[in-house]
T-cell receptor, first 115, second 114 residues
Framework: GNSVTQMEGPVTLSEEAFLTINCTYT??????LFWYVQYPGEGLQLLLK?????DKGSNKGFEATYRKETTSFHLEKGSVQVSDSAVYFC??????????????FGKGTLLTVNP | DTGVSQNPRHKITKRGQNVTFRCDPI?????LYWYRQTLGQGPEFLTY????????KSRLLSDRFSAERPKGSFSTLEIQRTEQGDSAMYLC????????????FGQGTRLTVV
């Protein structure tokens, strides 16, 4: 079956530090890949996505590239801010009838950014 | 449209009682999903609907759990004879059908069984 393995946290960084959160996956077929973020007290929000190999998703300074050869989708940001403190989830989608549907999530990585 | 809405936000119940949660998806979304999230874990898929049809149920969904989506709009998730192991955050999400679609999540219902 499908699975997602992501770097265990917690991760603590100083403001303006470089961030990498590793994510690897196992899947049949050609899934789409996602990073979701959960800020304290809020629901899951889509941060970025990539739908095919070599695609790069980007949003709010975060980037991740769909690497089929290494089955990876690592999240990076060049300079984190205190407001980036949140839990980050890597996920992949199954496809049914040619469309994305259910998501398989990693366990999440708690990021804390200190001033 | 304010997004996916879930009610209640919190529910405390005694073991053995039945509980029901409601999810109102984004109005034009024909797919609706339920997930469960326990502390320190990512969300786990429970079930999904395309319009009013329940198309898939996870093995996590024991026979004490039932979900409905009458008329293809809002959905309810009922847990009968709750157990302490049912304590979790129950998340609802909705999406359109099609490639490259995004699932939008509600804020969840936190269930505590005492």
């Amino acid at each position: 079956g499908n699975s997602v393995t992501q770097m265990e946290g917690p991760v603590t960084l100083s403001e303006e530090a470089f961030l990498t959160i590793n994510c690897t996956y196992t899947a049949t077929g050609y899934p789409s890949l996602f990073w979701y973020v959960q800020y304290p007290g809020e629901g899951l929000q889509l941060l970025l996505k990539a739908t095919k190999a070599d695609d790069k998703g980007s949003n709010k300074g975060f980037e991740a590239t769909y690497r089929k050869e290494t089955t990876s989708f690592h999240l990076e940001k060049g300079s984190v801010q205190v407001s980036d403190s949140a839990v980050y989830f890597c996920a992949l989608s199954d496809t049914s009838g040619g469309s994305n549907y259910k998501l398989t999530f990693g366990k999440g990585t708690l990021l804390t950014v200190n001033p | 449209d304010t997004g996916v809405s879930q009610n209640p936000r919190h529910k405390i119940t005694k073991r053995g009682q039945n509980v029901t949660f409601r999810c109102d998806p984004i109005s034009e979304h024909n797919r609706l999903y339920w997930y469960r999230q326990t502390l320190g874990q990512g969300p786990e898929f429970l079930t999904y609907f395309q319009n009013e049809a329940q198309l898939e149920k996870s093995r996590l969904l024991s026979d004490r759990f039932s979900a409905e989506r009458p008329k293809g709009s809002f959905s309810t998730l009922e847990i009968q004879r709750t157990e302490q192991g049912d304590s979790a955050m129950y998340l609802c999400a909705s999406s359109r059908t099609g490639m490259n679609t995004e699932a939008f999540f509600g804020q969840g219902t936190r269930l505590t069984v005492v």
